[in-house]
Structure formats: structure tokens, C-alpha cells
T-cell receptor
Framework: AQKVTQAQTEISVVEKEDVTLDCVYE???????LFWYKQPPSGELVFLIR??????QNEISGRYSWNFQKSTSSFNFTITASQVVDSAVYFC?????????????FGTGTRLKVLA | DSGVTQTPKHLITATGQRVTLRCSPR?????VYWYQQSLDQGLQFLIQ???????AKGNILERFSAQQFPDLHSELNLSSLELGDSALYFC?????????????????FGNGTRLTVT
């Protein structure tokens, strides 16, 4: 099966706390891409990061960091010192090649609430 | 700004009616995807076009159809609307298939069309 699991439906933290959003994926493919998207209350979907299956380097961008581990099929997202503006639904996605095109498989999302 | 334009932003219509949602992809993007997001739900893939041709179908109802025109804009047509069709409809574009930049190109989403069926 090819799927993405975001087991955390909703997380609430107090501002300045660190929070990690989990993403576990399943795929038969050896070549694939993983993505994170943010959907703030205004509704748009914002691309945050991509990672290909051959690049297991962790990435840090400001308060955001991503931990990709092929051994556990996980691509977790950590927000350090969370802020109210981080409140959003976060989606993890897997891209595979199939039937001559790219297919994107999204998780069900994790709603993050950061309380002031 | 993702560069993907969706119109209209909001649409309110009655059951049984037909509506058309429009999407202009980012400049240079050949592939267009349509997704439906119902209230507090995830993203349901509907259909994908690449350079004018249908490439993949997801959970798209027979009452729904789409096309991609020679100028690469796409339209999603929803007919015989039901209350359950109320949702946020997203269009997303990417460079498409192949190598080079297209290989690691993410999906870029428009701001969505919020459809309310009353």
C-alpha cells in the first residue's frame, strides 16, 4: 500500500513550547518525494519543504526543522518555540511515480493550536 | 503568492445547479490537479491533467468533469449539485513530468474556491 499516516489529529501547545508533528509513510517505490504543507485558518495551502528519498539530511529553516528517517519511514516536522501564527493544519504528502505521472498522497493532516 | 489563480473565491448556489470552477496554473506549469476538501477533512484527489490530457482520476463523481485547455488553464464542472458537495476545491499545478526541475517540483496550490450548496 502507498499511504501517509498522520496519527496526531490535533495538538495543542502553549506559545514558546516545541512541538513535533509526526508523519509516517508507506511506499513500494525506491524513488519518491516527501512534502509538508501548511494550511492556516485563511484556508490556502502553503508549501513548506520537499525531500527526496535519497537525501536523509535533516533540514532546519529558522524555527522549523525536519527529520527524515528512511529506516522508520518517517518524515517528522518540529517547530521550535512555537508561536500563535503557527496555528494551522499541517499536511504531509508522498509523491510517487505511477502510470506515467506523479501521484501525490496526502495524510489527513494535524491541526496545531498554539495558545498564547 | 503561489502563482496559481482560482476563480471564483466563493460560490453559493442551490441544489441541482451546475457550476464551473476555473484555475490558471503557474506560468510554465503543465500539470494541473484538482482536490476537494470537505469541512475538517483531508484533501481528496479528484483528477489530474497534463498538457491538455487527462492523466489520472481519483474519487471524482460522475456528476463532476474537468478539462484543460490549450492555454493550460483548467475548469472543473460540477453538476446536479447536492448539499454534500459543499467544500473547498483546490487546484494545484506543477511543472509536470520528466527530469531536471520538474523532478523535484512541488505542487503549488491556489487559494481555493469555497463552494456552498444550499
Amino acid at each position: 500500500a502507498q499511504k501517509v499516516t498522520q496519527a496526531q489529529t490535533e495538538i495543542s501547545v502553549v506559545e514558546k513550547e516545541d512541538v513535533t508533528l509526526d508523519c509516517v509513510y508507506e511506499t513500494r517505490d525506491t524513488t519518491y518525494y516527501l512534502f509538508w504543507y501548511k494550511q492556516p485558518p485563511s484556508g490556502e495551502l502553503v508549501f513548506l519543504i520537499r525531500r527526496n528519498s535519497f537525501d536523509e539530511q535533516n533540514e532546519i529553516s529558522g524555527r522549523y526543522s525536519w527529520n527524515f528517517q528512511k529506516s522508520t519511514s518517517s518524515f517528522n516536522f518540529t517547530i521550535t518555540a512555537s508561536q500563535v501564527v503557527d496555528s494551522a493544519v499541517y499536511f504531509c504528502a508522498l509523491r510517487i511515480s505511477t502510470s506515467g505521472t506523479y501521484k501525490y498522497i496526502f495524510g489527513t493532516g494535524t491541526r496545531l493550536k498554539v495558545l498564547a | 503568492d503561489s502563482g496559481v489563480t482560482q476563480t471564483p473565491k466563493h460560490l453559493i448556489t442551490a441544489t441541482g445547479q451546475r457550476v464551473t470552477l476555473r484555475c490558471s496554473p503557474r506560468s510554465g506549469d503543465l500539470s494541473v490537479y484538482w482536490y476537494q476538501q470537505s469541512l475538517d477533512q483531508g484533501l481528496q484527489f479528484l483528477i489530474q491533467y497534463y498538457n491538455g490530457e487527462e492523466r489520472a482520476k481519483g474519487n471524482i463523481l460522475e456528476r463532476f468533469s474537468a478539462q484543460q485547455f490549450p492555454d493550460l488553464h483548467s475548469e472543473l464542472n460540477l453538476s446536479s449539485l447536492e448539499l454534500g458537495d459543499s467544500a473547498l476545491y483546490f487546484c494545484a499545478s506543477s511543472v509536470g513530468l520528466g527530469t531536471g526541475e520538474s523532478y523535484n517540483s512541488p505542487l503549488h496550490f491556489g487559494n481555493g474556491t469555497r463552494l456552498t450548496v444550499t
